[in-house]
């Protein structure tokens, strides 16, 4: 693989061995890319962008995709926003980052707006409402198998296996069935993970 060219250096966050791996050609690529995934995402984008960067086009390992994600799902805004916007930085700064951003939302967004316009005329037929009530179906199926898919990576992790099953199960439990507040969940949870993940390190 040919060097980057002197314009676009690789972020100092890029280790030696990313930087050996496939990677964006250019910012057009970038666009194109996330775009291309954008439009898949019927139903819920995330478990494309995981099959399209990690699977597909080997931008990010495994671990990686579960790292940026945990701390998309964190920050403010749409998840899979923050996630295009960090991947697009990894590799060209704040301008992969706008243009991560562009390619997720620019024609998705043309397309969501005539989708709108077409409920709103035919939302009282009842096909349209089953079509809807099986696209969710859909979308929580396809997000359930990302995350048993995700889960091996789970075995490299400084947080020991039977701990990272305990939290994510008390997650489950907090939010699904007691309908706990996220802004006391996320703390609890994520605060007990940060503490055996720096034991882990540290030993």
Same mark, same amino acid.
């Given at each position: 693989?040919?060097?980057?060219?002197?314009?676009?250096?690789?972020?100092?966050?890029?280790?030696?061995?990313?930087?050996? %791996?496939?990677?964006? %050609?250019?910012?057009?690529? &970038? +666009?194109?890319?996330?775009?291309?995934?954008?439009?898949?995402? +019927?139903?819920?984008?995330?478990?494309?962008?995981?099959?399209?960067?990690?699977?597909?086009?080997?931008?990010?390992?495994?671990?990686?995709?579960?790292?940026?994600?945990?701390?998309?799902?964190?920050?403010?805004?749409?998840?899979?926003?923050?996630?295009?916007?960090?991947?697009?930085? %990894?590799?060209?700064?704040?301008?992969?980052?706008?243009?991560?951003?562009?390619?997720?939302?620019? &024609?998705?967004?043309?397309?969501?707006?005539?989708?709108?316009?077409?409920?709103?005329?035919?939302?009282?037929?009842?096909?349209?409402?089953?079509?809807?009530?099986?696209?969710?179906?859909?979308?929580?199926?396809?997000?359930?198998?990302?995350?048993?898919?995700?889960?091996?990576?789970?075995?490299?992790?400084?947080?020991?296996?039977?701990?990272?099953?305990?939290?994510?199960?008390?997650?489950?439990?907090?939010?699904?069935?007691? %309908?706990?507040?996220?802004?006391?969940?996320?703390?609890?949870?994520?605060?007990?993970?940060?503490?055996?993940?720096?034991?882990?390190?540290?030993?």
């Amino acid at each position: 693989m040919t060097a980057p060219p002197p314009s676009a250096p690789l972020p100092e966050a890029v280790t030696a061995d990313s930087a050996e %791996r496939p990677r964006p %050609r250019s910012l057009g690529d &970038l +666009f194109v890319s996330f775009t291309l995934l954008a439009l898949q995402g +019927f139903g819920g984008v995330l478990p494309v962008v995981q099959r399209e960067i990690v699977e597909r086009k080997r931008w990010l390992t495994h671990e990686e995709f579960i790292e940026d994600w945990a701390v998309a799902q964190i920050m403010p805004g749409p998840n899979v926003v923050n996630l295009a916007m960090m991947i697009g930085a %990894r590799w060209f700064g704040l301008a992969g980052a706008l243009t991560a951003i562009a390619g997720m939302i620019a &024609l998705p967004l043309v397309v969501v707006l005539l989708l709108a316009a077409v409920h709103a005329r035919y939302a009282d037929k009842l096909a349209v409402a089953g079509a809807l009530r099986g696209m969710a179906a859909v979308s929580a199926g396809m997000i359930a198998a990302m995350g048993l898919k995700l889960s091996g990576a789970l075995v490299k992790n400084p947080v020991p296996l039977p701990w990272c099953i305990a939290i994510g199960a008390a997650g489950f439990v907090l939010l699904a069935w007691l %309908r706990a507040p996220l802004a006391w969940v996320l703390p609890a949870l994520g605060g007990l993970g940060c503490v055996l993940a720096w034991r882990g390190l540290r030993a």
